[in-house]
Structure formats: C-alpha cells, structure tokens
C-alpha cells in the first residue's frame, strides 16, 4: 500500500477566502485523485490529477472553483476556492495502488 | 437512481451474530468492485476486492454476481471492532471509483 499524508489535517475558514489541500505520497503514483465527502455522505470525486497536463473534472465541478496542481508524481494540490459555508467538507486524497485505491487521512474543512 | 446502490442501515447486531450487506451497482461496465471500511472521523480503507468467484478472507466473504449487479458482504462471529461503516464501490475501466452511500454497522456486546 502507499502511504499518504494530508496537510493541513482540519481548518476553519471565511466565506469568500481559499484554502489549498496539499497530498503527499511516499511512492511515484502516475494518477492521483481527489474527493469530497459532506457530512454524513459517501465519497464524491471532484477530480483526477494528472501529471504534465490538466485535471480531469467530474461533473459538477470545475477548475475555477477546484483548482488542482501535480506538479510530480508524489504530490498535488486542491485548492478551495471563493468559499462558503457549502463547501463544509471532508477533501480526500487518494492514489490507485495494486490491489486497490488508498486514501489519504483526509482534511475536515468547515467554512463559516 | 444512484449508481451504486446500499441500505444505509444502521445494522445493529450482538457480538457473534453473522450480518450481510447487500449492493446493487447500475454500470454494467463496471468492472472491478471492491468493499472499503471506513472509522468515524477516518478515511476508508479497503477491506477486500469482489470477485466473480467469490473470495473470503478470515471472517469476511464477499461474492459478486454479474448478472444481477449485485454484491455482497458477509460478517461472520461479529467483533465490537467490526462496527464502522461499510462502502461498496464499483470501478469502471479507468479505475474510477463510484461509491455506495455507505451501510453503518454497530455491533454491541
């Protein structure tokens, strides 16, 4: 399995600010991907982060709002954008890893 | 109709008993399937892949059917430390994960 971390872990923002998730993993991984999961919810990819070209958005969701850099094959970033109480969330990390998908811890943001 | 399918429980159930969950997936592309685990205030874990053959590991047992796009998940001898909730999710060809809404299980003494 990989191992892979989250920073920061939990937040508490402004409506209106922007938060950027970072994902670390201890191995090179070619796609890595990012989910949201709201209170009481299963898992909602937002989108796959490739390296050397764009992310790959899930409807629903756009660059705009959800930009994500991967600038190599151990680390992204999610940024939150233009925030407001709706984006409330767990963000989740995750990488596709034989046999299966893993997951970072996670990052609890609340949005006031 | 959401693609992949649980009772959301909670399933409450005495140490010891044997519990099911139940899944239906909508894709039938879909091509691998696997059960996550996922702690209060955690992130989901993989307990098991699904296959067509069925396969078991200690006290869990997973079987797929194709046919009826359905899976499921059987806990023998329930432990305290079984209670969690349950995640069926279903993999497309592009290893994309769709994931059910979860079933709860608390398992008390």
């Known amino acids: 399995s990989a191992v892979i971390s989250q920073k920061p872990s939990r937040d508490i923002c402004q409506r209106g600010t922007s938060l950027t998730i970072q994902c670390q993993v201890d191995?090179?991984?070619?796609?890595m991907f990012w989910y949201r999961q709201q209170p009481g919810q299963s898992l909602t990819l937002i989108a796959t982060?490739?390296?050397?070209?764009?992310?790959?958005?899930e409807s629903g969701f756009v660059i705009d709002k959800f930009p994500i850099s991967r600038p190599n094959l151990t680390f992204s970033t999610l940024t939150v954008s233009n925030m407001s109480p709706e984006d409330s969330s767990i963000y989740l990390c995750?990488?596709?890893?034989?046999?299966?998908?893993?997951f970072g811890p996670g990052t609890r943001l609340t949005v006031l | 109709r959401k693609e992949v399918e649980q009772d959301p429980g909670p399933f409450n159930v005495p140490e010891g008993a044997t519990v099911a969950f139940n899944c239906t997936y909508s894709?039938?592309?879909?091509?691998?399937f696997f059960w996550y685990r996922q702690d209060c205030r955690k992130e989901p874990k993989l307990l098991m892949s699904?296959?067509?053959s069925g396969n078991e590991d200690g006290r869990f047992t997973a079987q797929l059917n194709r046919a009826s796009q359905y899976i499921s998940l059987l806990i023998r001898d329930s432990k305290l430390s079984d209670s969690a909730t349950y995640l069926c999710?279903?993999?497309?060809?592009?290893?994309?994960?769709?994931f059910g809404g979860g079933t709860r299980l608390m398992v008390k003494p």
């Open positions: 995750s990488v596709n890893y034989a046999p299966g998908e893993f």
């Open positions: 894709n039938s592309a879909s091509q691998s």
């Open positions: 191995s090179q991984v070619t796609m």
């Open positions: 699904v296959y067509s």
């Open positions: 982060a490739n390296q050397g070209s764009e992310a790959t958005y």
């Open positions: 999710v279903a993999s497309n060809a592009g290893n994309m994960l769709t």
